[in-house]
Structure formats: C-alpha cells, structure tokens
C-alpha cells in the first residue's frame, strides 16, 4: 500500500521513542512531532507482514502457525502498541499538536486494520492453517484464537458469491450512513428544543444549581428575533439531560413538567414538530424501518434467518430464543416487586403530594420525594467516610486476600505527575503485571472511566515472556489543601468496576495475543469480572475495613450503610422491567419483526411494553425513534447484554457468599475465579468458564437477591 504521509528517513526514526516499545513506553519523551514518522514506518512494517502472507497464499505456501499467526502478529505489535500509546495519552493529555497528529493517522490506521479484515488472502491462509495435519496438535486456546479469526472473516462477508459481495458492501455503507443520520436526528432535536422561563414562581422545587444553569444558559441565548432585548430574568431549559431531568424529578410545577416530558418523548419522529422540538424531516420513523430491512438483508446474505442470529453468533449468549426466554423470566420475577413499586408510589403521591392520577411526568418527581421522605441521606456525609488512601489500601486488600498476589508501588516514566505506578506479583514474587492509575479529573482529559491495555500478555517467537501493563483510568476530584481527595461511594463503585476488567487484563495466563486477557472475550461476558468487583463495594465486612472518616478516623456507621443498601434497592422491581422492555422490544424487532408489514415499530415497542411493564407505555410516547443504542450505536440485538452480565457477575459473587460468615473474601473460592475466568482469558468460550467455576449454568436467583427481589427479602 501506499502511504500519503511523507517517507520518514532512518535519521528521522532515530532515537524515536514510539519505534520500540517492547518495554514501558517512555511517556516523558514522547512528542507529536514523533507520532507520524513513527506510525508511517510502523505501517510499513505491518504491511510487509500482510504481503509476505498474500506472497505465501500465491505461491501455496503450507500455512503453520508460525508463517500465519506469529508472523502477522509480530509484524503489526509495533504499530498496534504504538498506536495505542498515541491514542492513550489523546484521551489522558490532549493538546492542539496532540490531536493534529493524532487525527493525520487515525485514517490510514483504522484503514489498514479494516483493510485486515477483508482480505481474502489472509483468510485463505487462516483456512489453510486450521485444515492442516500440525494444527490438530495445537493448544485449545490456539484453536479458538483461530476459529474467532475465521467466524470474523464469515460475518465479515468473505464466504459470499462474489456476484454478492458489491451488495453486502454497499449494506454495510447504507447502514452507516443511516446510523449516523439517526443520531444526528436525535442530536438536532435535542439541540433545538427551548423552553424560556420568565417567572421564577414558576421553577419551585429545582435545586439551585440547576436554575443557575438554567439562568446562565439563558443569559448566553440570543434574543428572539423582532423582540427587543429587554433585562427581564429568565431560565432557559433544553433537552439535555442535565437541563431536563431535574424539571422531572424536582419542578413542584406540574404542567412545566408536562411539557418538558412531552417534547422529550417526541424528539425525532412525526409529533416533534407540534411539540416544539425540530422539523418533520427529523423524523426517525422511516430509518428505524430502512435499519432493520438492511440487517435482515444482511443476515440472510449470511446464510441466517435474522440478524439477531447474527449478532449472536460471537456472543455468550446462544440463540434470540434464549435471550427472550430470559428476559421473560426477570420480568415474571420483577412483576410483583414492580408492582409493589408502583401501588406505594401511587399511595405515597396521592396522600402526600396531592396527586390522585399519576401522569408519566409525575413519576420520576414523586418517585424523588418518595425516595427523600425514605432513605434520604446525604451524598456528602457519605463522602467523608471514603478518604483516597483508605479506599485503595482496602481495595488492594480486597484483590490480595481473594488472588493471593501483592500489589507493590514501582516506577515509570508518566504522562501526568498525579500518575502512579504498581505492581502485581504472585505470593513468591514473581512480577506479574504493572499497571498505571491515573484518578483525577484535569483538563485536556477525556471525562468518564476505563480500563485499557497497554501491553498484553504474550510469549514471543524466541521464548521471552511479556508481561501485561494496564491503564485505569478515572475522573474523580483531586485532593485539595493537602487533604487527601475524599470519594463518592459512586465513584469507589467505578474504582473497583475498572480493577475488574484491569485483574482481567493482567492476570491472565495465556501466552497468545488473540486470546490473552480480554481479548477475544464474548462481548456479552466481558463486564463479568468489572460488574463481580463492584459487589464488594457493598460488603459490610469489606466497608467496615475500608472506611475512615476524614475528621474522626470512624468507620461507616452501620446505620447509614442500611440506609445506603435500601437506596440502591429502591425501585429494583420497576427499573428491571424498564430495561427488560428495552432489550425485548431490541430483540423482537431484530428477529421476529416484519419492516415491510403492516405493524409499525412504534407499536411493536407499545405491544412489548404492554405485555410485560405494569405501566403502559403513553400515547404520546415516541421513546423508540431515540432508542440510540440499537439505531446508532453497537447495541443491535445486543441491548440484553446489560442484564445478562449483570446476571453472570451477581451470580458468580453469589459464590463466595456463605451463610455462616458476614465475610465474602474468600481465598479459596478466590483461586477458583482466578483459574476459571480470570486466567483463561479468551481462550474457550466464556459459558465454559462459568460452567468450570459455578458447577453449573448461571441462575437470576443471586441477582434478584442483591437487588431485594427474593422471596426471602422483607418488603
Ligand atoms: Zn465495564
């Protein structure tokens, strides 16, 4: 292939410290100025792999693992950890230069792996390898690491007719094309959407931070055309979240919460107009049904009845049946519990706020002050009990007592002077993996959480063993005053979710890079370990150690954690059904939905809804013309992900719940987890691994337990 950026020269690449990263990359001397140099070459590298492969295919070449797999994966580890380096530090350290260079590469970069992935040579070699007499001899992990190779080609398009493939091509092109045009409906509706308050009366009930959101937001607004600009006060809301959720849960006003519900729900289909939020040709109605007809093309070009069959086919879960009849089954389970919910939301609204018919808009206000009048505690009080060095010693303990390793403090060149640096070794010292925690918010750095790799487990040609690095990577608040920073329990939760996927990363014991740690993990298992660890945040024997308040030193008072427990329950039975109804009406319109019948997707979704909410779902709403995740995003046929591995993870904490002691840390289930799951990585799938710890398939019961929907719980 050719490359539009310049050749870079040999003196150009020395000394360039993106060209070797075989041991921790030096972030203190990394430029942009290196970045594409570097990458060029490393392409070059890549590509030279690619086309001894495509050599050796023309010529017949036998295919052993070693002209196939270690030679593809040597050639392109250089690019794959630099890239993944420059994208690290776009995400944790962006700068104007940063980013030029990062957005010159990321093209020819996203191309060239694309490109992997649909050439025929190479999967004519990966066919070549998995037919041959010495493959039968190879490990199962290496066996699955091909088989995953193959099934992507598959899905990919590279079985077909060649007189089929001009079509598959351009499916895939129109789906991306409607996709984005979905979201950017979503957005522009959103973005429209302004409703200007003039009267302060009018707001009762909003936090203050919100209305001086609201104000600030009306001060930058320009004035109406043909009106005078005039200093009155006012308050502009718009469909934001941040802007329209507190309307919802806090206005006293009852008709603003109307009308802001109303234009929410109607954003981007055929009542938007009517409800002041966009234009008819925002309207999503029609590219719902265009989605759906070009996925069913596409499964049936694939050999498949439908595109849930297809979108299941590298994930954990088996059949559409199956994710049906288990999401039918939760929403059996949650029924009662949700409509217990809804019979003392009704009775708490009526005796208490005046409320005799509870409208859609009432429901997230009465619901806050039915959960105030309750549980109300205060975030803050909260926060005093989780100072910084508390919560990551007793994190450490948590993860040294259950896997039997010692996580040390070490050294490495960072990105940031917050970033620290550990090390994880097993009982007798041996190094096992290091990893980098960078906790705080600071500018130039993209919000959220995460985990990443930043170098993966892996046994090279030559016998030497490279250990994993991670990234965790959070955004909390930096300590202030030289006091440490004080946590949320939220943001303890996200701690100990990102530990999970990094323990998954780094303390797998598989040696080839396409199984090894996360990698080639079921899409629908791999928030197991990450979802596992956050149970713990709710132990109280694990709390009671990891607990201290900032001024007296006190742990959690017992009292407050009971008050904690019933808040995180609250509702438990009316949220499952909500995300249920979603994943169901996700799976029926991707498998058993006809888009050139005479039913619309807006009554498939109210249909779904009717049958397994207790609310049914409002006239007016128009929720699925939104519903991002499956139109836009990678949710298709995929939404009941989010409940499975919730599912997965309460059910393999459950294990190491035991009746007779308050104490979930135990060793030797511990080992169990680490040598099943953990350490397995992706080498079989994950169903196995489950199987291998648990003894058996995964059961709802633990879940519905933890969320207080049991028959043993109180009510
Ligand atoms: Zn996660």
Known sequence: MTSSASQPSTAALAGNPLMDLSGLAPFDAIRPEHITPAITALMERAQKAVDKLEADQAADAPATWQSVVETLDEGTEGLSRAWSVVGHLNSVADTPELRAAYGENLPRVTEFWAGLGQNQALYERYKKLAASKAFQQQTPARKKLIENELRGFRLGGAELPEADKPRFAEIQEQQATQSKAFSDHVLDATNTYALIVRDEAELAGLPDDVKEAAREAARKAPAKEGEAPDDTPAWKFTLHFPSYFPVLQYADNRALRQTMYKAHVTRASELGPEYGQGQAEWDNTAIMLDLLRLRREEARLLGYANYGQVSLVPK??????????????????????????????????????????????????????????????????????????????????????????????????????????????????????????????????????????????YRRPGGQLQTPVAYLICNFTP??????????????????????????????????????????VEWDAVELPSQFMENFCWEWAVLEQMTAHAETGEPLPRALYDKMVAAKNFQGGLMTLRQVVLAATDMHLHTDYDPDGAQSVLALSRAVNDRMHVLPQPEVSRWINTFSHIFAGGYSAGYYSYKWAEVLSADAYAAFEDAATEDTLRPEVGERFLREILQMGGSRPAIESFRAFRGRDPSIEALLRHSGMSETAES
């Open 316 to 457: 954990m879960a088996d059949t559409p049946e199956q994710v049906q009849t288990f999401l039918a089954e939760l929403a059996e389970r949650a029924h009662p519990y949700a409509e217990r919910d809804l019979r003392e939301l009704r009775e708490f609204a009526a005796a208490k706020l005046g409320l005799a018919e509870l409208e859609p808009w009432d429901i997230a206000y009465a619901s806050e002050k039915l959960r105030q009048a309750r549980y109300a505690f205060s975030e803050n009080e909260v926060k005093q009990y989780f100072p910084e060095p508390k919560v990551l010693t007793g994190l450490f303990k948590v993860i040294e007592t259950l896997f039997s390793v010692r996580i040390r403090p070490d050294s490495a060149p960072a990105w940031h002077p917050d970033v620290r640096f550990f090390r994880v070794e097993s009982a007798a010292g041996t190094l096992l993996a290091q990893f980098y925690l960078d906790l705080y918010a600071r500018e130039g750095k993209r919000g959220g959480a995460w985990m990443d790799d930043a170098r993966t487990r």
């Open 479 to 520: 300590p202030n005053g030289g006091k440490p920073s004080l946590f949320t329990h939220d943001e303890v939760i996200t701690l100990f979710h990102e530990c999970g996927h990094g323990l998954h990363h780094m303390l797998t014991q598989m040696e080839d890079l396409g199984v090894s740690g996360i990698n080639g």
